[in-house]
């Protein structure tokens, strides 16, 4: 408002020039009525044209994949779909540092502890039992504040040249011990392997969390990007990668370049290693577009946008039971993982485990 003032005062002299329209922009009445503009032109660009047929998305999920659902959403529904692309925790702080004034309508995550960050803050609206029902309960808080999407397995990605079958660890928590010295990889930085953290924490407690995390700095070398644990480990850089399903698959169904010398190993029996990681989606209570964002959470739900997800090169499974994934990736069914409740997963926490290891700064 300032600024507007001190534009119309001295900033455009040939405008504002005349002595007279000078005493009148002193008056306070017109001081009163350029200040109520001023407050006003952002709520008319908020509302105006045809900005009603939107809907604001903050998405940390993978931006192919959602561009896809909101192209197929679009077609469906007219209603546009403005994706903000960013990472969990970055997208997390921003929404809860924007707070009310957030021009967000909905919040999707790779993996749930985002979801539980800005949950925690009361900025979520309630969903739809219609929306909510589909989804099995295991995949959602029991608040009904969100509701996971896509779900993505744990995994451990192994070199056949290097690791016999029968050799490879009954559990997770085995890649800690010292015979996985120099055989095991990772990418802490990323949010998929900050959520198998959360689940350790929330199936096994901080101390033993801790441990492990010692453990694994120890035996463990670092990458920058699931991917380019993948590679490392076909290269024979490393013997094994921790990473989750998909990205196998993918490379599977391409041509196999950075896979053909590997094989996954899903841990299953409710191992720490079997957690399955959640994709969430929420309405923001204080969008703009609350009508259009119940929408499209609903449409990620249905039969309809799960078939986007399953038709497309994601290879993430979907979760409502009426749209398997299929394809040739093991199904969602017999990965017997551990029962994490998935309100339960601590980012904060995570992240503080993780910098006292020297994983993070
Ligand atoms: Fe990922």
């Known amino acids: 408002m300032r600024s507007l003032w001190n534009h ?5 002299p040939k405008l504002i020039g005349r002595y007279d329209v000078l005493a009148r922009l002193r008056s306070k009445r017109v001081a009163a009525a350029l200040i109520a503009a001023a407050l006003t032109v952002p709520v008319l660009a908020a509302c105006g044209g045809d900005d009603k047929d939107s809907v604001v998305v903050y998405n940390a999920q993978h931006e192919e994949l959602i561009a896809a659902v909101a192209k197929k959403f679009t077609a469906e529904t007219g209603i546009k779909v403005e994706l903000r692309n960013g990472s969990d925790l970055e997208l997390a702080n921003q929404l809860v540092a924007e707070g009310k004034r957030s021009p967000a309508d909905v919040f999707l995550t790779e993996n749930s ?40 397995s744990t995994v451990l990605v192994y070199n056949t040249a290097q690791v016999q079958e029968a050799d490879l660890p009954a559990s997770l928590m085995d890649l800690a011990k010292p015979e996985w010295k120099g055989k095991v990889s990772f990418s802490p930085t990323g949010a998929d392997f900050q959520a198998i953290v959360a689940g350790v924490l929330a199936l096994k407690g901080e101390p033993a969390t801790k441990a492990w995390l010692a453990g694994l700095k120890a035996n463990g070398t670092v990458y920058d990007g699931n991917n380019v644990v993948l590679k490392s480990v076909n290269n024979g850089d490393t013997a094994t990668g921790i990473i989750y399903h998909y990205y196998w698959y993918r490379d599977q169904e391409e041509a196999g370049d950075n896979s053909k010398n590997t094989a996954l190993h899903f841990f299953g029996k409710k191992d720490p290693g079997a957690f399955v990681s959640t994709s969430g989606a929420g309405v923001l209570a204080n969008g703009k577009h ?4 119940e929408k499209f959470v609903d449409y990620l739900t249905s039969k309809d946008g799960q078939q986007v ?47 006292d290891a020297g994983f993070l700064a």
Do not use: C
């Open 113 to 152: 502890p985002a979801m539980a960050v800005v949950d925690a803050k009361g900025l979520f609206a309630p969903l739809p039992a219609t929306t909510l029902d589909r989804i099995p309960a295991q995949y959602r808080p029991t608040n009904g504040h969100w509701t996971g999407f896509a779900g993505r």
């Open 290 to 293: 609350n009508a259009n964002a």
């Open 309 to 355: 997800i399953a038709d497309s090169y994601a290879l993430e499974y979907t979760l409502n039971p009426e749209v398997p994934l299929g394809r040739e990736v093991k199904p969602l069914g017999e990965l017997d993982p551990p029962a994490v409740g998935i309100s339960d997963l601590d980012s904060a926490r995570v992240v503080e485990l993780m910098q």
């Open 8 to 12: 119309l005062k001295l900033g455009n």
